[in-house]
């Protein structure tokens, strides 16, 4: 609240010089573009990027300029032509900044006539898939984004553009373009609660109608898109969403691949809000949360793409919205690492002062290769709503990562999944969340919108890796009492051969407690650290339990006899996302108490092994029952069920071998584990006895309700002694 | 004739100086050996083998010597550590003789001695699996592979090892292992069988056992694997399997996965042969038919990985067999495009002298990049036996390869598919060929054999993307017909804009004639060239025509209605490789003439679109039912079913449009082509016409019997003249 208050008198401050600004003065600075120019010809790779600016501005001068009659979605021909066209209106500002080339200028300011001459006729777009609809595209999100390119073309042609011409745009086209993003209309005021909203929308609204009021030095405008519609800092506004929407460890409550979205306009209007209003300090704002929200995006990455959880798609570290992330905030906070995002993954810089700092910094080696961390990302403006933990492998033979989710829900993008668990091991997903039911832009699949199956299906519990109960989503689905709850954070430590996560959730299934902790254990006579899996469920009464684990690869072996789907095959269920999935193959496991499941990925093999009885069924799944239009992707899993009050599924996940066909080499191809032993499992402690084929034996002692302080547990007349939440012997 | 009887003439001369060798002989020779040594220092690539082959020889001096009685198959214990035994052998000879360290060859000894120790108490391998059963392993092909590596070891350490001890080895251990290897035992002599065999494993036995009796001087057995069993060279041996087992362009007949095999031994024996017996010739023989062979495996493949057709699994040209191939061709033949394989794939080089003038002349810049051709690879000793054609892109933005196969039956790898097509586009295999069903050494999949299902299912037609007659496969299924036939390449020409290849096959089933033509057309007006493939079949009685399409990508629209699986799934057929394959979804196309399939594989979308009727059936079909083993990958294929007695499927294929993440940007998602209209179609000539969305239309002329001349057809009061097999307006 202090800093609040701080940043309004700074804006104060800062408002009264806001009528005398020189433009260009959003994404370009007349010093900015002084250094760029004065740069040319000093950084091969800065200046591959700027040609791509100018040669995008060329293709753009060479086209008729065609501002067609909304009509497509997301990648029709009307929705493409006008993203195309802000584009072009973008490199076209940019390059006659960097060139001083009239063409370019004149080519703006002839599409923005177009632009002008057509708006004032439009209703809403015909396409009615969003409740925010908007005229150009069919969801104001995509208005939001085409002003933000638009306000940066504008504002570099704004003094090749006469005054009176000026006024007559923005009389008749740019106020009421962003009076439509503040306020939507008389019938449908949607966009102005979205332009309130803590979500990533929000931001997008309120970047680019700030960005267009400092433009055009519109002080009210500004304000607006600072603190909301009524300027107070309380109900909305981009300062607001930057309290709000990022918890204190820069962590995004939709997720990473939102985070990636969110940051976008978060970083390009934080950029502009620093040109303009520097006496903000808005990057050093509330410690500097926008350079945690660069880290959290550095480190919640596989590989370099970004990991999957509620709705994502395949997004890596190149993605555009990163570039502007990455040279933004380099520029703001010189993070070495954030070259190495720029060198390895991006080889392209955004046409502004912070990009060509980037390129330059870049080839003077300054980077510093991405130092992956084991870290909890808490959730929750306050980080008091669960979080996102991740567990990486410190071995440098081992590129691998392991996530626990136990946040809240995730606003709009959440999915219904508590306590779900994603596994990367030797540069592939090995035990993937199925992320998002969406082909972007593809106009047969749902017209590119989240297909019908995302929220039937890929939102669902049984999608995940997690516990369903009794054929149930947690929550059962409802999307506001999921919001009420967030999972907790028991515990959480990473050392060097050793990593546990444990949390718990109370609230997704009526009268049902679930505690799952993650053990990563780099076993000495172990190829590769071991994950020791916890899934504890207490109830009063008896339920279905099913944990599936989603895989990617080819099935191995079972250890256990099962039989499989051969003419026919029907499916997992009737509702909950059950529908969709089909049962391959399924049996039970009465010979032994342990049941393997061993696949192969990449030139690795992966073994489940849980504890089990014979009562215990065992299901292997494959996705795509009842999907009348493949919007759903053939995914596998490996499937536990146990009917039972209080059960814990308590399984070992091994990475071993190798199966290298260049070579001809198989070698480790069986699991290490021979069974695992769940000794003592109540409310306060948990003890698993983990034996090996190789005769050695592994003890893990956790205790379920304290962390700290000695506890001792007594089984088989054996004494187990240990302090802190887990000893392992 | 003449030529063998040149290497005759030859070899009755060199035997002359047979007993008085120097050793090592075989892959090393005295001189390779010094000039090695004094280059090392010189040339860090070379360097970093040679690092490697002493850091293996290390390797196994640590470990104790174990020699287990044989028990496992492919990718068990002891196959793994038998292996893994004649590595150690390989590595540390060649440690010896570089280093001069004892330690190395006192290994090689030590380790002789314990399997001269154990052989003579071996019978027949316990794992029955292979018509010719091994003692150390279960087929004797990989005791070939086991000599082959020996022999080379024995050759290293020859010297070391004093006269009595050597006669020793040689009369107990060496002259029986090869005795087994030649001729088998009295009970099952099936090895004599496979020694005089045109096959990749009687390549395998010739060159082990040449090499042996190089390496001790034996002249008998060196003829033996040169001439065959009777030392004729008219029923068997090496210089026979050159002639028999390469066409004239230097393709073998298994195909592209197996010439990579049978060239191991073939080069490496050929190397021995040079050094041991110069006089032969061997890099000129017939014509340098082992540079024609290398050439070959250069092109087949495409981004590096060798097209699979046949018994094929997913190999690169970095695969170790390459290594020798490459660097003893390289020595041989001063090819530079091998040297790029070296450069780009391999990084890596054997240890004689051949690998160190490839590691010489690569760091010397002398290689030249792969250009890869479309060409004709016709099959059979004379070339009569059909041939694959392989139709390359010549645009530089364009990286496809479009093949068909058209070919005899392949020996036993060969699989039951006359005039199949392969796709591959983008880096990506569009249209594949299954090849083989093999989980090569992983003992849980069928002990790491070729599955039940390779010969039930990706040997049989339906697998493979031609015309499957009557739900039977070609030939039947039958073998020995099958090997009795070859398709006939009617028309093959490769130029700039237009390529086509066109091969008939009128043997596969009894009383239908079949003949596809592929063309392969760069279109003016299209992103990137378009593929027009005609099946045309002809019989006297009505049949069943069932052709699919495998592909690779998701299912992106279909233009007609279609009615998919949504709760329960049946399977297409119940035999002939029918019964593996699950019905997803069918329809039928009552709208239009033109019926198109879109789909999405990597970042780029393809359209298959077909000349249809209401009768014509689609079906979109899914790999894996009646597998109970989980040894089938789950594929999926669009197909077509015609019943009828004359019919043509003619399809254009197209690439097109980009799916690009990372910029969000979804373009030319749609197929360009509007309508296929077969215009003429008979036993003389097929006119087909593409008309395209943007209006422009495209008209294929092509003269079914006849390649040279004139040709005129009038159809719809329009005549067409053309000259020669194709004309395309």
Redesign the interface.
């Known amino acids: 609240m202090k800093k609040l208050l701080t940043t309004l008198v700074a804006l104060a401050v800062a408002s009264l010089a806001f009528g005398q600004r020189q433009h260009p003065c959003l994404l370009l600075t007349p010093d900015g573009v002084a250094e760029m120019r004065a740069a040319l010809g000093t950084n091969a790779d800065f200046d591959a990027s700027v040609a791509e600016v100018i040669a995008e501005a060329d293709r753009g001068l060479a086209e008729p300029i065609v501002v067609p009659v909304p009509k497509d979605g997301?990648?029709g021909y009307t929705h493409?032509k006008h993203k195309d066209n802000y584009y072009v209106m973008y490199y076209c500002g940019i390059a006659w900044q960097l060139t001083g080339n009239e063409a370019y200028a004149q080519k703006v300011v002839d599409m923005l006539d177009a632009y002008a001459a057509l708006y004032p006729s439009l209703g809403f777009h015909p396409v009615t898939l969003s409740k925010t609809p908007g005229r150009i595209f069919w969801q104001t999100l995509n208005e939001c984004v085409w002003l933000v390119h638009t306000s940066i073309a504008y504002d570099c042609v704004y003094d090749f553009i006469a005054p009176e011409k000026r006024e007559q745009l923005e009389k008749n086209f740019f106020r009421p373009y962003a009076d439509f993003v503040m306020n939507g209309t008389k019938e449908n005021p949607a966009n102005n609660r979205t332009f309130n909203l803590m979500h990533n929308h929000g931001t997008w609204a309120t970047a680019s109608v700030g960005m267009l009021g400092m433009v055009m030095g519109d002080e009210d405008i500004v304000k607006q898109a600072l603190y909301g519609s009524d300027k107070t800092g309380k109900n909305g506004g981009y300062i607001m969403q930057l309290d709000n929407l990022l918890s204190p460890d820069g962590y995004y409550t939709e997720g990473a691949y939102y985070l990636r979205y969110a940051i976008w306009p978060m970083m390009l209007f934080a950029h502009c809000i620093e040109n303009n209003l520097p006496e903000v300090g808005i990057f050093e704002y509330r410690d500097a949360i926008l350079s945690k929200a660069a880290n959290a995006l550095l480190q919640l990455n596989y590989n370099g793409v970004f990991m999957k959880f509620n709705d994502a798609?395949?997004?890596?570290l190149?993605?555009?919205e990163l570039l502007f992330a990455v040279d933004i905030a380099y520029g703001a906070y010189k993070n070495p690492m954030l070259l190495d995002v720029a060198q390895k993954f991006q080889k392209k810089f955004i046409p502004c002062d912070a990009g060509y700092e980037v390129a330059r910094d870049v080839a003077a080696g300054k980077a510093e290769p991405i130092k992956y961390e084991s870290k909890l990302y808490r959730d929750g403006a306050d980080g008091s709503q669960g979080g996102i933990g991740v567990i990486r492998s410190t071995r440098p033979d081992v590129n691998s990562a392991l996530t626990l989710k136990a946040t809240s829900h995730g606003l709009s993008h959440g999915h219904y999944d508590k306590l779900v668990i994603s596994y990367y091991d030797n540069g592939n997903v090995v035990l993937p969340d199925y992320g998002a039911s969406r082909?972007?832009?593809?106009?047969?699949?749902y017209k590119?919108h989240y297909t019908r199956e995302n929220k039937k299906y890929a939102m669902q519990t049984i999608a995940h890796s997690t516990v369903s109960v009794d054929g149930k989503s947690h929550f059962d689905g409802n999307y506001n009492e999921s919001s009420k709850h967030h999972s907790d954070v028991y515990h959480f430590e990473a050392v060097d051969k050793l990593s546990v996560m444990s949390a718990k959730e109370n609230a997704a299934v009526k009268g049902v407690k679930m505690h799952r902790t993650v053990i990563y254990d780099d076993v000495e006579w172990l190829q590769y650290p071991l994950i020791v899996d916890i899934f504890r469920l207490e109830s009063e009464k008896e339920h279905t339990y099913d944990l599936p684990f989603w895989y990617s690869g080819?099935?191995?072996?079972l250890n256990f006899p099962y039989t499989?789907?051969?003419?026919?095959?029907?499916?997992l269920g009737v509702d909950n996302g059950y529908?969709y999935i089909?049962v391959?193959?399924e049996g039970r496991n009465e010979q032994t108490s342990t049941s393997c499941y061993?696949f192969?990925e990449g030139d690795r093999f992966y073994s489940i092994s849980t504890a089990t009885t014979p009562t215990t069924e065992m299901k292997m799944l494959?996705l795509?029952?009842?999907?009348?239009?493949?919007n759903l992707?053939?995914e596998g899993a490996y499937m536990l069920r146990q009917k039972a009050a209080n059960h814990s599924f308590v399984s070992t996940i091994e990475s071993h071998g190798v199966?290298n066909?260049?070579?001809?080499?198989?070698?480790n191809?069986?699991a290490s584990v021979k069974e695992v032993v769940v000794l003592v499992d109540n409310a306060k402690y948990t003890v698993v006895r983990v034996d090996f084929v190789g005769g050695q034996s592994r003890t893990y002692c956790f205790a379920n309700e304290q962390t700290e302080g000695k506890h001792k547990v007594q089984v088989d007349g054996k004494t187990y002694v240990w302090e802190g939440a887990i000893s392992v012997k």
């Open positions: 997301g990648g493409e798609l395949t997004k890596q190149d993605c555009q082909f972007l832009n593809i106009e047969a699949k590119g080819h099935m191995v072996s499989k789907a051969l003419t026919s095959m029907t499916t529908q089909w391959e193959a061993t192969l494959r795509g029952a009842n999907d009348p239009d493949y992707r053939p199966y066909l260049q070579v001809e080499k198989t070698a191809a069986k």
